[in-house]
């Protein structure tokens, strides 16, 4: 798997820098809220993991599955949800954990959906952030780190579902594409 990448953007041990620097941040700002991290699958579990180990806090987990029709590298506006919560957000202060942020549909979609159904607060935690990808604007409230207009793959993201597994994020050797 490994003999797949072309480069390495964040390591390992960058990668667990600087999720401890958002731990400490979230867990200063929800340190008496209770709040419900709501993990979006698959591509968040690797960073959420990680993310809530962390985090010195009470705090609620729950997990949503969703799908954005497309193909496998870029995501369409419609959202489609495969797994909803267990959990009821009304009243509650809710932060979203995603791996990534591209056009910002997929987001911009859940957190409307979440306030219809009453949260209390709504903010989001992404590892990745793409600005350049925007098609929606979408708040965003913690950033792990920006990136450039590439695909990335590792540490929960995908490629045809393959490379979640990576301990780190990286980008793949163009040659893994054409073969498909
Ligand atoms: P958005 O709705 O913000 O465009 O979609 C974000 C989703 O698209 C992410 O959760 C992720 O599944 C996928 N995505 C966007 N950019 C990348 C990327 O560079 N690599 C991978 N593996 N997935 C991406
Ligand atoms: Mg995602
Ligand atoms: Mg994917």
Not at 62 to 81: L, P
Not at 84 to 94: C, M, Q, Y
Not at 134 to 159: A, K, M, S
């Amino acid at each position: 798997m490994q003999n797949d990448m072309e480069s390495v953007l964040f390591s390992e041990e960058k990668l667990a820098e600087r999720t401890q620097e958002l731990a400490d941040e979230i867990s200063k700002e929800y340190k008496d809220k209770n709040p419900l991290m709501i993990g979006i699958l698959k591509g968040a579990m690797p960073f959420m993991s990680d993310l809530v180990k962390r985090m010195d806090i009470y705090l609620e987990l729950d997990f949503m599955d969703v799908s954005s029709y497309g193909n496998a590298t870029t995501s369409s506006g419609e959202v489609k949800i495969l797994k909803d919560l267990d959990t009821n957000v009304e009243g509650r202060d809710v932060i979203i954990v995603e791996d990534i942020i591209d056009s910002g549909r997929t987001l911009s979609y859940i957190t409307k959906m979440f306030g219809y159904r009453k949260a209390n607060s709504i903010k989001i935690v992404t590892l990745l952030d793409k600005p350049e990808g925007r098609v929606v604007e979408l708040p965003v409230d913690y950033v792990g780190f920006l990136v450039p207009n590439e695909f990335v793959v590792g540490y929960g993201l995908d490629y045809a579902e393959r490379y979640r597994n990576l301990p780190y994020i990286g980008i793949l050797k163009p040659e893994i594409y054409r073969d498909k």
